[in-house]
């Protein structure tokens, strides 16, 4: 009786990091597309000529605050997904790997909360997100070869990505001003600072689509285990 009131407590915790991972994505893949599309046709140019932080712009972006919003939004249904699954993998690397993701999605929050307007703030909650992001993805990396990893190859893979990119941003990061150096290139030609800022930010919101349906497959093969465990004990 114990075991199945165990299993249901996990049950209803897996259902949360599902639908909470899954909303953080179409939420802020939402509000961060529906803007860049404002945007681009109000300039006419390149998405990959636009960085993504500028969209939040209350000066210059028409849906800025769809923007700032999908960002508020998507950042506080991380840290709700992670709460749960902070009750679900109770070991303590499992645990560290949560709380690193209850804290990245804080910092989304205040992204969102202080946008590219509140420059210093910006800058700061920008760059936490930026090293939160690299140290996430550096413990799922450590994490997928561990025993008995809540990790599947294709969410390792995005790992593999987002660490290739956030080391490569922090590369391009300016870190005596905590911004990146204005691009060079013509209008219609590729900025390599939005260029990788735009993979990274697809790569994280793919990762919580990932997140969400490994959980999905985690609960039928739990739930598999109990009825057959059920069907035994009868």
Not at 24 to 31: E, H, K, M, Q, R
Not at 66 to 92: H, K, P, Q, T
Request: net charge neutral; proline share 2%; charged share 10%.
């Amino acid at each position: 009786m114990s075991s199945s009131i165990e299993s249901n407590k996990h049950y209803d915790l897996h259902l949360m990091i599902i639908f909470m991972s899954l909303a953080t994505a179409v939420i802020s893949g939402l509000g961060i597309g529906t803007a860049l599309i404002a945007e681009v046709a109000r300039l006419g140019v390149s998405p990959l000529s636009i960085r993504a932080d500028t969209l939040g712009d209350y000066m210059t972006s028409p849906l800025a605050i769809v923007y700032n919003m999908g960002l508020v939004i998507g950042g506080a249904c991380l840290m709700l997904s992670m709460l749960a699954r902070y009750y679900v993998f109770e070991d303590f690397y499992s645990r560290t790997i949560t709380v690193t993701g209850a804290t990245l999605g804080v910092l989304i929050v205040l992204i969102g909360i202080f946008p590219i307007n509140f420059l210093e703030q910006h800058r700061f909650f920008s760059t936490g997100y930026l090293i939160c992001t690299f140290v996430l993805h550096s413990f799922c990396f450590i994490d997928y070869f561990r025993k008995n990893s809540s990790l599947s190859a294709s969410l390792f893979a995005f790992n593999i990505i987002g660490l290739i990119f956030s080391v490569a941003l922090m590369y391009l990061l300016n870190w005596s001003t905590l911004d990146f150096d204005p691009c060079s290139h013509k209008a219609h030609e590729i900025c390599w600072v939005s260029l990788v800022m735009w993979v990274l930010t697809q790569a994280n919101i793919l990762w919580c689509v990932l997140l969400g349906l490994t959980m999905r497959k985690m609960i039928k093969t739990q739930q598999r285990q109990l009825s057959t465990l059920t069907f035994a004990s009868n």
